[in-house]
């Protein structure tokens, strides 16, 4: 077993807590610039799990953190002519990367992610969303690719040994899995935004 899936932030949901539908919340999220704007609905929004790899930090910068959205429910409300897709080069494999990263041609700002073997969900790049985000504590991050961490980005120290991962993990579980394991899946209501 992975130190990650035993360890203690995993907690017995309360009665209440269990009879509570699951309802998801609606992200709005844009690009840099405005040219692109989308919508997607998510049962999984806390932005726990921070990528050091090395095609996030070149292509979104580091500490790059991917959220879980309902890919049926991706609506994009302007900018389709500005849409760009990159798929990064896996050099150990000598293939293009499945994952497909959506981004504005304008401004080259990172939006989302989309890859054809989860084909129900997408990965709204965090810093994408406009909506406010849960806050996640330190302590409950989880790090992964810390082997290409760029040697001026530093962990912080309140985040446990168990939650760092040289590579990606197998057996680390989904997005999903670490909210229903804490109780959080479906339950996160953002509060109202400020309109200018």
Same mark, same amino acid.
């Given at each position: 077993?992975?130190?990650?899936?035993?360890?203690?932030?995993?907690?017995?949901?309360?009665?209440?807590?269990?009879?509570?539908?699951?309802?998801?919340?609606?992200?709005?999220?844009?690009?840099?610039?405005?040219?692109?704007?989308?919508?997607?609905?998510?049962?999984?929004?806390?932005?726990?799990?921070?990528?050091?790899?090395? $095609?996030?930090?070149?292509? $979104?910068?580091?500490?790059?953190? $991917?959220?879980?959205?309902?890919?049926?429910?991706?609506?994009?409300?302007?900018?389709?002519?500005?849409?760009?897709?990159?798929?990064?080069?896996?050099?150990?494999?000598?293939?293009?990367?499945?994952?497909?990263?959506?981004?504005?041609?304008?401004?080259?700002?990172?939006?989302?992610?989309?890859?054809?073997?989860?084909?129900?969900?997408?990965?709204?790049?965090? $810093?994408?969303?406009?909506?406010?985000?849960?806050?996640?504590?330190?302590?409950?991050?989880?790090?992964?690719?810390?082997?290409?961490?760029?040697?001026?980005?530093?962990?912080?120290?309140?985040?446990?040994?168990?939650?760092?991962?040289?590579?990606?993990?197998?057996?680390?579980?989904?997005?999903?899995?670490?909210?229903?394991?804490?109780?959080?899946?479906?339950?996160?209501?953002?509060?109202?935004?400020?309109?200018?």
């Amino acid at each position: 077993s992975i130190p990650f899936q035993s360890h203690s932030l995993r907690r017995k949901m309360s009665t209440t807590e269990a009879a509570r539908p699951e309802v998801p919340v609606l992200l709005e999220g844009s690009c840099h610039c405005g040219a692109v704007a989308f919508t997607v609905e998510s049962f999984a929004p806390y932005p726990f799990c921070i990528c050091h790899c090395t $095609n996030d930090a070149k292509t $979104n910068g580091v500490n790059n953190v $991917n959220i879980l959205g309902e890919f049926a429910s991706l609506k994009l409300l302007r900018g389709e002519p500005h849409l760009g897709i990159y798929q990064a080069w896996i050099a150990s494999e000598e293939r293009k990367s499945t994952h497909k990263r959506h981004f504005c041609k304008v401004c080259a700002s990172f939006l989302w992610a989309y890859d054809e073997t989860y084909p129900q969900w997408c990965y709204p790049f965090a $810093n994408s969303i406009d909506t406010p985000l849960p806050v996640v504590a330190e302590k409950d991050q989880v790090h992964i690719f810390v082997e290409s961490k760029k040697e001026y980005v530093t962990i912080p120290e309140t985040v446990p040994e168990a939650h760092r991962f040289a590579k990606y993990p197998v057996g680390l579980g989904s997005l999903a899995q670490w909210h229903k394991d804490r109780g959080l899946y479906g339950t996160y209501q953002a509060p109202e935004q400020k309109k200018d």
